[in-house]
């Protein structure tokens, strides 16, 4: 029987249209009137920036902007933004964007208070206590890192990325409105969306699940599954665009409480050698490590198969994991997701670099079956030869 421990540090806000309140739930939550944002120029252009701080000054908050996040977030420019709210005297620091401008804000808000760079807090429970309150607004069905503990940040000298897991850092309140995907285009909202679906299925499967976490996974997945394509091709379709966020904030409660596995280990090695799209890597992966890992607890990738109607229950298990195999290339294809070989960046040579990568990340332990150097290499050539 295992003992487990969960911890739901965050209030969450869902619902169409509640960025509109977000003055006056950051008024519950935080005390001070000096609020640091933290975001994109694409957002800023979007104009949802200006409608965040028209709430906030509502209540009389001061804000100050900082729109310097890249996709793969860099520690150089989180050390910026740390320093720069630090300036600001920032009583408390709203990210709205996506998984980027998320995790570049939970360094953020360790910097503002402790110094340093963010790989000073690489690892696990390595944050002292003190961060400034984070409040996170997403603006895509991604990552769901509204509601988790951890950062992932990319080290430009060692092009390499590095993970922050504390408690410290989970958001204080997350607003969670829909309304913000609506002109999402395609091709964000399938690379995002495919990240929150490998979210779930790895938080189900990986050797840290538990119960509670895989009644999230399990439900977060007939959320993000049926509506993945209805969003990528009507992305004004409203019922699928809520589905994948409320789908994509519960995956982030199941694997910040479970861990995700080697799909996202593959993946970050890449995103930090190559820069590719973190949603995008996580697709390109994810049959591949699902065939490997299925043997080592068939039932569990068989009932994922069953629930999402892609095996019948009368199915036996093996036949039913070899449908969502299928189904998991057939679905990446669908949504337009490149492959791996497709990558003009991409080169054979660097392919044990990148396994060395991969097995040093942080949740290869974590995956469902035992994984080496050697089966890392093994998985990103037959990656790159489908």
């Known amino acids: 029987m295992k003992l487990v421990e969960f911890n739901l540090p965050t209030k969450i806000q869902a619902g169409n249209g509640v960025l509109a309140q977000t003055g006056s739930y950051v008024k519950e939550a935080v005390k001070g009137k000096r609020i640091f944002i933290v975001t994109d120029p694409g957002i800023e252009q979007a104009g949802f920036v200006g409608k965040l701080e028209q709430t906030?000054?509502?209540?009389?908050?001061?804000?100050?902007?900082?729109?310097?996040?890249?996709?793969?977030?860099?520690?150089?420019?989180?050390?910026?933004?740390?320093?720069?709210?630090?300036?600001?005297?920032?009583?408390?620091?709203?990210?709205?964007?996506?998984?980027?401008?998320?995790?570049?804000?939970?360094?953020?808000?360790?910097?503002?208070?402790?110094?340093?760079?963010?790989?000073?807090?690489?690892?696990r429970g390595n944050v002292p206590e003190g961060v400034t309150p984070l409040i996170v607004i997403p603006t895509t069905a991604g990552t769901g890192a509204e509601v988790t503990r951890s950062s992932v940040i990319t080290d430009t000298a060692g092009k390499i990325k590095f993970t922050i897991k504390s408690v410290q850092i989970?958001?204080?309140?997350?607003?969670?409105?829909?309304?913000?995907?609506?002109?999402?285009?395609?091709?964000?909202?399938?690379?995002?969306?495919?990240?929150?679906?490998?979210?779930?299925?790895?938080?189900?499967t990986c050797k840290r699940s538990n119960p509670?976490?895989?009644?999230?996974?399990?439900?977060?997945?007939?959320?993000?599954?049926?509506?993945?394509?209805?969003?990528?091709?009507?992305?004004?379709?409203q019922e699928a665009r809520y589905n994948m966020m409320i789908g994509s904030t519960i995956a982030g409660m199941a694997f910040s409480h479970a861990d995700v596995a080697s799909v996202h280990c593959m993946a970050e090695a890449i995103g930090g050698l190559y820069d590719t799209p973190h949603g995008v890597a996580n697709s390109m992966f994810l049959p591949y490590i699902v065939e490997y890992n299925a043997q080592a607890d068939i039932q569990k990738h068989a009932t994922i198969a069953r629930t999402l109607g892609i095996a019948k229950e009368s199915d036996p298990d093996q036949l039913a994991a070899t449908l969502l195999v299928d189904e998991m290339k057939q679905l990446a294809e669908d949504i337009s997701i490149p492959t791996f070989s497709s990558l003009p960046e991409v080169s054979e040579d660097d392919f044990d670099y990148l396994s060395e990568a991969a097995y040093n990340n942080g949740s290869t332990p974590s995956n469902a079956r035992e994984i080496n150097k050697d089966d890392y290499l093994r998985l990103f050539r037959k990656a790159y030869s489908n």
């Open 170 to 204: 989970a958001p204080i309140l997350a607003i969670v409105d829909p309304e913000l995907t609506y002109n999402l285009p395609p091709h964000l909202t399938a690379s995002t969306g495919m990240d929150a679906l490998v979210h779930a299925i790895e938080a189900y």
């Open 56 to 123: 906030l000054r509502t209540e009389g908050y001061e804000t100050e902007v900082f729109n310097q996040v890249k996709p793969n977030p860099r520690d150089v420019d989180c050390i910026v933004g740390g320093q720069a709210a630090y300036e600001f005297r920032a009583d408390a620091i709203v990210a709205l964007g996506g998984g980027s401008v998320i995790d570049s804000a939970k360094a953020i808000a360790i910097l503002r208070v402790h110094g340093g760079r963010p790989q000073d807090y690489a690892g």
């Open 212 to 237: 509670i976490a895989d009644g999230l996974a399990l439900q977060a997945m007939k959320h993000i599954y049926p509506n993945l394509r209805r969003a990528v091709k009507f992305g004004e379709d």
